[in-house]
Antibody, heavy 123, light 111 residues
Framework: QITLKESGPTLVKPTQTLTLTCTFSGFSLDTSAVGVGWIRQPPGKALEWLALIYWDDEKRYRPSLKSRLTITKDTSKNQVVLTMTNMDPVDTATYYC???????????????WGQGTMVTVSS | QSALTQPPSASGSPGQSVTISCTGTSGDVGSYNYVSWYQQHPGKAPKLMIYEVSKRPSGVPDRFSGSKSGNTASLTVSGLQAEDEADYYCGIYAGTNNLWVFGGGTKLTVL
């Protein structure tokens, strides 16, 4: 059974750096073609993909946010960490991490999602 | 990296069928078959319902089906049930330039 859970601060101040951790179980980021992504959803709005890290440490970022995002993994801890610098109130959202299994399993889709963590940016 | 276009709302009565569209461009939906659909109930995480245009993950009822024509993908829910009332998002992996893009979401109401 695959599970993912996000953790991090619920409130950050403008200009601060946000650090979120995704702790997962039921799969390994050592497995070929596996990835873990981050997606956010502002209140009442649509999903927005942010970043993804692959088993081989290749990383992909949303082009418009690339300068502010860093994604890393700790395979021994089954964790993926996302940092976002220079936070702004418009970054207020629920942040989800999600499992992207090998393409043959779910065709580049996010097959399992964490419960999400709400982050508010306010002074 | 523009969002895919979905109608903001759709509705149908129990037992009926409803189709939700997802329009992209020749550079994303028109070129790639990595179209997926997600169901999201209020306050819950999204759930994968369809991947690769028309494939269903294990456990998803066959009332849910997907298709694609040109730059538009579609999700059809047949035999509507009350529990199908939710927000639905399309998504696509559009290659190393566009990466992952989602639609604006459609709120499905079961009348």
């Amino acid at each position: 059974q695959i599970t993912l859970k996000e953790s991090g601060p619920t409130l950050v101040k403008p200009t601060q750096t946000l650090t979120l951790t995704c702790t997962f179980s039921g799969f390994s980021l050592d497995t070929s073609a596996v990835g873990v992504g981050w997606i956010r959803q502002p209140p009442g709005k649509a999903l927005e993909w942010l970043a993804l890290i692959y088993w081989d440490d290749e990383k992909r970022y949303r082009p418009s946010l690339k300068s502010r995002l860093t994604i890393t993994k700790d395979t021994s801890k089954n964790q993926v960490v996302l940092t976002m610098t220079n936070m702004d109130p418009v970054d207020t959202a629920t942040y989800y991490c999600a499992h992207r299994p090998p393409i043959a399993t779910a065709g580049n889709a996010f097959a399992m999602w964490g419960q999400g963590t709400m982050v508010t940016v306010s002074s | 990296q523009s969002a895919l276009t979905q109608p903001p709302s759709a509705s149908g009565s129990p037992g009926q069928s409803v189709t939700i569209s997802c329009t992209g461009t020749s550079g994303d939906v028109g070129s790639y078959n990595y179209v997926s659909w997600y169901q999201q109930h209020p306050g819950k995480a999204p759930k994968l319902m369809i991947y690769e245009v028309s494939k269903r993950p294990s456990g998803v009822p066959d009332r849910f089906s997907g298709s694609k024509s040109g730059n538009t993908a579609s999700l059809t829910v047949s035999g509507l049930q009350a529990e199908d009332e939710a927000d639905y998002y399309c998504g696509i992996y559009a290659g190393t330039n566009n990466l992952w893009v989602f639609g604006g979401g459609t709120k499905l109401t079961v009348l």
